[in-house]
């Protein structure tokens, strides 16, 4: 049995998108981030993650694009269904069903990327299990502050602070009871 584990990249100001070049995939946070991707079972995208990375990542090279391309996609959409270019499945029926039988019958953990209307709709049902933020040493001071989307409160409790020696911190939520 898996989890569902969100993870994202953000500022020290908070801005998780655009994803730009403030993004360094090297150092020992980027190989600490690639070896659990590389073990887990697969990606959980919304249909918007899933058609940005779709378009972008099938004509990258090096080991993260070898990685992301080989992982199972599971894509949460109510226009999409069934079988779906780049190696991904449409998540079938309610969310509340869909999900836990996924990670039930995952040989591992599944990491969900992006944020926004499917991540926002997947925590205020609490089938998030754990909720990672990689925080950049940096100050972007453009772009959009919201981890979940503008949508609401989600209560995390806060579990583990992990700290690089490329100045990245990584912060590990719980869903607060």
Known sequence: M????????????????????WVRPDGDHGDHSFGRQ?????????RRTYEGLAAY?????????????ALPKH???????????WN???????????VPALTARADGDLFLHGSGAFAYALAERGL?????????PLVWGR??????????TVRMALEDVRRFASGVVLLTYRPAP
């Open 57 to 69: 990542w099938p004509h990258q090279s090096g080991r993260w694009a070898d990685m992301v391309n």
């Open 88 to 98: 991904a499945t449409a998540l079938e029926g309610p969310l509340e069903e869909s």
């Open 2 to 21: 898996g989890r569902l584990i969100a993870t994202t990249q953000a500022t020290v100001d908070g801005v998780v998108d655009p994803v730009g070049p």
């Open 143 to 152: 772009g959009r502050l919201h981890v979940l989307g503008d949508r609401g």
């Open 75 to 85: 894509v949460g959409s109510t226009t999409l269904s069934g079988p779906l270019p």
């Open 128 to 136: 998030i299990d754990v909720y990672e933020v990689y925080v950049n």
């Open 38 to 46: 590389a073990r887990s079972a697969g990606l959980v995208l919304g």
